[in-house]
């Protein structure tokens, strides 16, 4: 499914114009008209979907089978020390873009680039509740 209102589906389709990096039947790879540095580049799938809980487990395999040959790629070209992989699910995790898609960040010493991580302990007890939880859930 494609959804002609999305900017993605659009870059995708040839519809409006990208630096394309790959396409195949699952996957299409472009830069970032926004970099967070050099580099920067999104894979989405082809098909529309919102979250990634959304897309069938094939879809996304097809999809993430790019990311160990783009992050190499990406590391050789840009000559980057390191890189974050990051994908935003929903509107609270800071998605704009209401397509599923992968950022690939190229990273060096000392760049602008941050995150807030305030990591946290659990109470005791409660990471045992959570992770049984998780497990029934994904039995059902």
């Not at 996957?27 to 979250?51: C, K, N, S, W």
Request: glycine letters at 8%.
């Amino acid at each position: 499914m494609i959804d002609p209102a999305c900017i993605f589906c659009k870059i995708a389709a040839g519809q409006i114009p990208s630096a394309k990096i790959l396409a195949d039947e699952h996957a299409f790879a472009f830069m970032d008209i926004g970099p967070l540095a050099e580099g920067h580049l999104l894979l989405i799938p082809r098909q529309h979907y919102v979250t990634l809980d959304q897309m069938p487990s094939e879809q996304a395999a097809g999809l993430l089978r790019h990311l160990p040959a783009l992050c190499r790629a990406l590391k050789q070209a840009i000559g980057c020390e390191g890189l974050n992989v990051l994908q935003n699910n929903g509107r609270v995790a800071h998605q704009v873009v209401q397509h599923v898609h992968f950022h690939l960040i190229p990273r060096t010493s000392g760049d602008a680039f941050g995150f807030n991580w305030p990591a946290d302990k659990y109470p005791a007890g409660r990471m045992e509740q959570l992770a049984a939880a998780i497990v029934a859930a994904l039995k059902e």
